[in-house]
Nanobody, 126 residues
Framework: QVQLVESGGGLVQAGGSLRLSCAAS????????MGWFRQAPGKEREFAAG????????DYADSVKGRFTISRDNAKNTVYLQMNSLKPEDTAVYYC???????????????????WGQGTQVTVSS
């Protein structure tokens, strides 16, 4: 069983930055895509960013493109989400995800990710 533990959430003013981390355990191979979803109050959970196992492919939601950067360190089984120029509309619970199907491809659908972390709250004040 794969466990994903997020950290790094918190309260930040608009225009500020945060870096989320997600440590994965329970799986012997790192050759799987990973990503981040987010869910704002009263809204559907949505894809934010994803990265292939090698880090060679990344994908972002239009709403975060140019402001967020996803990266990974396979030696540490950890994926990161650097969030800059944060806006109040970025306020959400952020979930780390991974899949046991996809390696070089970065899916955007919720059903393509089998493992989810508990989530970490990010709050951006105006």
């Amino acid at each position: 069983q794969v466990q994903l533990v997020e950290s790094g959430g918190g309260l930040v003013q608009a225009g500020g930055s945060l870096r989320l981390s997600c440590a994965a355990s329970g799986r012997t191979s790192t050759r799987y895509a990973m990503g981040w979803f987010r869910q704002a109050p009263g809204k559907e959970r949505e894809f934010a960013a994803g990265i292939s196992w090698s880090g060679g492919r990344t994908d972002y939601a239009d709403s975060v493109k140019g402001r967020f950067t996803i990266s990974r360190d396979n030696a540490k089984n950890t994926v990161y989400l650097q969030m800059n120029s944060l806006k109040p509309e970025d306020t959400a619970v952020y979930y780390c995800v991974t899949t046991f199907y996809y390696s070089d491809y970065v899916p955007e659908r919720r059903l393509d990710y089998q493992y989810w972390g508990q989530g970490t709250q990010v709050t951006v004040s105006s």
